[in-house]
């Protein structure tokens, strides 16, 4: 299988660089790992008749899906790729069989991933992501109920608005607490994206007039599950020790880029103090450290999915430039108003992240905490493996297995360099990033065997 680009992801990003490519003359293949096209954001938007309470932002991403209709755009559902290599192409599943397609040029719009919340309790059947309630809202219309909302960010207010639009209010908004004197300096270079901010304002406007209770500057957050099979959780507000009882906590800290496939192509890599996490090192267009691998929307930086859609178009146009396909003046003309709506939609990124930094007790969770769910390690038994020596990823991994499980460190990566800096003195800068081998998703062993003895499929 051949194509002139490969992109990876079919979000906002990929969507938008997809139709843009197509309409150069480039053969594109979109692979994603969904059924249907959309991304984290606008999943399932093209089959969410009936569902106004998830907003109108959510609803623009309908023009991208039907931009997909192209002749020169084959777009493979349910395909997870598990290996990205510069001679053998790009490698991915699919209902038990692997396929290899081969490209020239390569554009990784992988998205991002939740941040763990670790805390004692956080891997109770009952506690999941923010982001994960929002998928089964927004694939299959599953609307969650007598739930808890906790942690901090934009997203928590989002989710708490479209709840209490969908006729199912959260029982409270529990808030880490936002940090505003220092956010405050960055507001005037925050002004091009108000709108962003207005919204924001909005949506905390509908969580007040629907009387949520908030409970703000918590902290010490637990968990534990009662004889019922209900949540009780606590936590600690300037009010004292406060405690509440659910059916659903959901919990949410921001999100990081998702780079296991950037990482495992040995692409260089660099540290972003703002979302304390590692993200590929680009160009203005999105070139990484390989000449012909492109990488778009929040997988090399949070922003969001209208920085996203305007990402994936500058890729499209670069690599359009890089095939011979557009002269440099036509990629320049057509790169500036997305280059416009980049900058005017990042501008509010450094307020967001000042407002809404990561409280510390959730990069190196109390000893109780198991941090790597898949090995159940705890932070104790980590912060005992630093004192001993293992002040790197590697060693962590050879004397406890963390983030050799099936997620393979996306779990608990983040929180363990957060234990070893705090055990060591180090920056979580100068310990990572982890580095990540192929298969970088679970293939079958009879898999592997078939992709060698399959012969070259027909372009």
Request: glycine content about 10%.
């Amino acid at each position: 299988m051949t194509a002139d680009l490969v992109i990876i992801g079919a979000g906002p990003a990929g969507m938008a660089a997809a139709r843009i490519a197509a309409d150069g003359g480039m053969r594109v293949t979109l692979l994603d790992e969904q059924d249907r096209v959309g991304g984290q954001i606008y999943r399932n938007v093209a089959n969410a008749a009936g569902r106004d309470w998830l907003g109108a932002d959510y609803a623009k991403g309908a023009d991208l899906v039907r931009r997909l209709d192209h002749p020169l755009i084959a777009y493979e559902p349910r395909a997870m790729v598990w290996r990205l290599d510069p001679q053998q192409g790009v490698i991915w599943s699919r209902d038990g069989q692997s396929h290899i397609t081969h490209a020239p040029h390569l554009l990784i719009a992988t998205g991002a991933q939740e941040r763990p919340v670790p805390f004692p309790g956080w891997t109770l059947p009952g506690v999941m992501p923010v982001g994960a309630a929002q998928i089964l809202m927004k694939q299959s219309g599953m609307l969650p109920r007598d739930a808890i909302l906790a942690g901090a960010g934009p997203l928590l207010y989002l989710v708490a608005a479209q709840m209490i639009a969908a006729g199912s209010p959260p029982q409270a908004l529990v808030e880490t607490g936002s940090d505003l004197l220092r956010a405050l300096p960055r507001l005037p270079q925050a002004m091009p994206g108000a709108m962003t901010l207005v919204k924001g304002l909005g949506l905390i406007q509908r969580i007040r007039a629907a009387g949520i209770p908030r409970h703000h500057s918590a902290t010490n957050f637990r968990a534990v599950q009662t004889d019922e099979g209900r949540i009780t959780f606590s936590f600690t507000t300037r009010k004292g020790r406060q405690e509440l009882e659910c059916g659903l906590l959901l919990t949410h800290l921001g999100v990081i880029p998702q780079t296991h496939l950037t990482r495992s192509m040995g692409l260089e890599h660099e540290y972003d103090p703002a979302q304390q996490a590692w993200r590929p090192k680009l160009d203005a267009l999105g070139q990484s450290s390989l000449d012909h691998v492109f990488v778009a929307g929040d997988g090399g930086g949070i922003g969001g999915a209208d920085v996203a859609r305007a990402q994936g178009a500058l890729a499209a146009l670069a690599i359009l430039h890089r095939a011979g396909l557009m002269n440099r003046a036509e990629r320049d003309a057509r790169a500036r108003p997305q280059q416009r709506a980049l900058s005017r939609s990042l501008s509010v990124r450094p307020l967001l992240d000042a407002a809404y930094p990561v409280p510390p007790a959730f990069l190196a969770p109390p000893d109780d905490t198991i941090v790597c769910r898949c090995e159940e390690v705890t932070a104790r038994t980590i912060r005992e493996a630093a004192e001993d020596g293992a002040h790197g990823l590697r060693l962590m991994r050879t004397a406890l297995r963390t983030g050799m499980g099936p997620c393979q460190g996306r779990m608990c990566e983040v929180t363990v360099i957060g234990l070893i800096a705090e055990a060591t003195g180090c920056h979580p800068s100068t310990i990572g990033p982890g580095r990540v081998r192929t298969p970088v998703k679970p293939v079958t062993l009879v898999e592997l065997a078939a992709l060698g003895r399959q012969p070259e499929e027909p372009a």
